[in-house]
């Protein structure tokens, strides 16, 4: 890959994120909420200080986050700030800055979404592949068929379903929380297991509700390829069938999909984020929710804008990556 | 010799409902769509008729009672009786997806067509912009604009447009593509050497042979509303006096439901919802195998 296309996809990148940040800095600002003045609205309510005093605190508070400047110099402001990483304080927390409570969430996040990506991936094209390869058993090749069935069905409903059968009328796994309540997080071995019992029925939800799509996309795939020289040469120099499956057919057909990889992390990101707060996960979908019942707007848009951050590299880097991976494309 | 008698009826061509059904048995997915479909119009409709929709909202009803004769779906926390809540909201998600996909196709056909017909500048601005906007997910920008709104001005209008305002990308790449595609076809210039002019091409040439695509888009635009709008509700960005079926999980989720064993409150608007997606899944895989002659199974 040249220098060129390198510098092209981090250009591509950086428009990107302005873009998004772009987005978030205008839409609130059209809207006719005033964040600062309903937090402490609601502080005076609940009391404290006079009404009188509201209006000189509010003033200094937007003096002190620069809401008094001009809307360009704002918007400088803003954009430098996002260059440097800095993605604001909480007004519901505060002095907590939005990197913080991301700091803490993300590893709840991490932990879910690489582990269910992953497998979705890996179980979603196996089987499709093998639905599409007419020398695998009938009964094999229909298994894929009711994740192709109940493809529309979004993980989050799923959910409702695990936690109705699996959790509450088996009560096999727990219904909700991070790990068991009253258990004070340590190192310990009982910890780990404990936290895995309760990530097994979010995990299963998100598996499922995605292995769908790329069933689909791989069986296309697999398809077109059956076709190929290659293939029928590989039958012709009496290879076994599980060799030809596996080094001809299904790592040709796999390696286009990467690419939609990247496109499937979006979907993945936002369906975990609302299986996180249906199951009173502490990862980043939490803080967000709670920033939503909050009210607390510098979050929901800092938590908003590092997902997109987040996503948008992680495309811009496979795409950079997928030439090492597949050779056909090396220049 | 022999003449073997043909009934005249064999030479009649059969009429287009006739072949439509005909097609339906061997796209079955497009079939199972349009059934569940019909029974969920039905539903609603008879609903809609026959049920007094102020038990959907609260303090109509005996709160927390499990489904029994009376209210076959039981009733929530609230005090709303969930039948009613189930047919206002199923009411209230149609509208949403019908309007925001309408309007949503309606954009993409549109901007698809001047993008890929006239090409050029104009096009590359549209291809770009949509190539910007593909990375970040929608979903987010949609929580920072209903986020934004105050709460009471969250109805299931402005759900619509929230929903609309960021999916008119994928009907535009779509119907993009098959235009270019159309363009370079003979009945296209032949049209062009007659001297027709291009809004006489567009709409008398090149629209009637995309209308499988444009159906096609239309459902994939009116899932996506459905999808998109329910997510929101889930998390609490709905319009919150409004039994949509999000907003009803929601609240069914904060209320703690399955710990307290109101096991009914929930599960109700979830099936409505999977039943909602898969036909409208179902029914988009289908059109696309029917517009796509390539994957069309023949016969």
């Known amino acids: 890959m040249s220098i060129r296309k390198i510098i092209e996809r981090l250009l591509f990148l950086v428009v990107v994120i302005w873009t998004a940040s772009t987005i978030t800095f205008f839409i609130p600002r059209i809207s006719s909420r005033n964040p600062i003045r309903e937090r402490f609205g609601q502080l005076a309510r609940t009391g404290g200080f006079s009404p009188d005093d509201l209006e000189i605190i509010i003033e200094s508070y937007n003096q002190k986050f620069g809401l008094d400047k001009p809307l360009w110099e704002q918007y400088a402001d803003y954009i430098g700030s996002i260059a440097r990483l800095d993605l604001g304080v909480s007004l519901y927390q505060y002095p907590k800055t939005v990197s913080e409570l991301i700091q803490e969430a993300i590893p709840w996040t991490l932990g879910l979404l690489v582990v269910t990506t992953i497998l979705s991936f890996i179980i979603g094209n196996v089987l499709g592949a093998v639905a599409a390869w007419p020398r695998a058993p009938r009964w094999l090749r229909s298994i894929a068929t009711p994740f192709i069935l109940f493809m529309g069905v979004p993980p989050v409903l799923l959910a409702v379903f695990l936690l109705f059968f699996v959790a509450f009328r088996l009560k096999a796994l727990p219904l909700g929380g991070a790990y068991s309540i009253g258990v004070v997080p340590n190192q310990s071995l009982k910890f780990y297991l404990d936290v895995l019992r309760h990530q097994l029925l979010p995990a299963l939800a998100l598996i499922f509700g995605t292995v769908g799509g790329w069933v689909l996309s791989m069986r296309g795939m697999g398809v077109t390829i059956q076709g190929e020289d290659y293939v029928l040469f590989a039958e012709h120099k009496g290879l076994s069938g599980f060799t030809i499956f596996r080094d001809y057919y299904l790592r040709n057909a796999l390696l286009p999909q990467v690419t939609g990889f990247a496109l499937a992390l979006g979907n993945m990101v936002t369906s975990g984020i609302v299986i996180e707060q249906l199951f009173g996960l502490p990862g980043i979908g939490t803080v967000l929710y709670n920033a939503i019942k909050a009210n607390d707007y510098l979050v929901i848009y800092g938590v908003v804008l590092f997902i997109t951050i987040a996503i948008a590299t992680l495309m811009v880097l496979v795409e950079l990556l997928y030439p090492l991976i597949d050779p056909r494309i090396r220049e | 010799m022999t003449t073997t008698m043909i009934s005249q009826q064999e030479f009649l061509q059969p009429s287009r409902v006739i072949l439509f059904f005909r097609y339906l048995r061997r796209n079955p997915g497009l079939f199972i769509g349009f059934f569940i479909l019909i029974g969920l119009i039905l539903f609603t409709v008879i609903g809609v008729l026959t049920i007094d929709s102020s038990d959907a909202y609260p303090l109509s009803v005996k709160p927390k009672q499990p489904p029994s004769l009376e209210y076959p779906f039981g009733t929530d926390f609230y005090g709303r009786d969930l039948l009613a809540a189930m047919v206002v909201g199923m009411w209230q998600t149609a509208l949403i997806g019908v309007l925001a996909g309408a309007l949503g196709t309606f954009i993409g056909v549109a901007l698809g067509f001047i993008s890929a017909y006239f090409g050029g500048r104009l096009d590359n601005t549209i291809k770009g912009v949509c190539q910007i906007l593909q990375p970040i997910p929608v979903f987010l920008i949609q929580v920072v604009i209903a986020g934004s709104l105050d709460k009471r001005d969250v109805t299931i209008y402005t759900m619509a447009l ?50 499988p695509f444009i159906a096609a888009s239309f459902v994939w635009s009116v899932f996506s509303a459905v999808f998109t709008s329910f997510y929101l509700a889930v998390v609490g960005l709905g319009p919150l006096r ?19 064993g109101w096991w009914w409150w929930p599960l109700f608007p979830a099936i409505a919802m999977v039943l909602i997606l898969t036909s409208l899944a179902l029914i988009n895989m289908g059109l696309d195998e029917l517009a796509n002659p390539r994957v069309r199974r023949m016969e």
């Open chain 2, 242 to 260: 409004e039994p949509l079926l999000g907003n009803t999980i929601w609240a069914a989720q904060s209320q703690g439901a399955f710990f307290n």
């Open chain 2, 162 to 211: 929230i929903v609309v305002l960021l999916a008119w990308m994928w009907p535009t790449l779509v119907i993009r593509s098959q235009v270019l595609s159309m363009k370079e076809r003979q009945f296209v210039s032949v049209a062009k050497l007659s001297g027709m002019g291009d809004l006489e091409i567009i709409f008398a040439e090149i629209l009637p042979n995309l209308l």
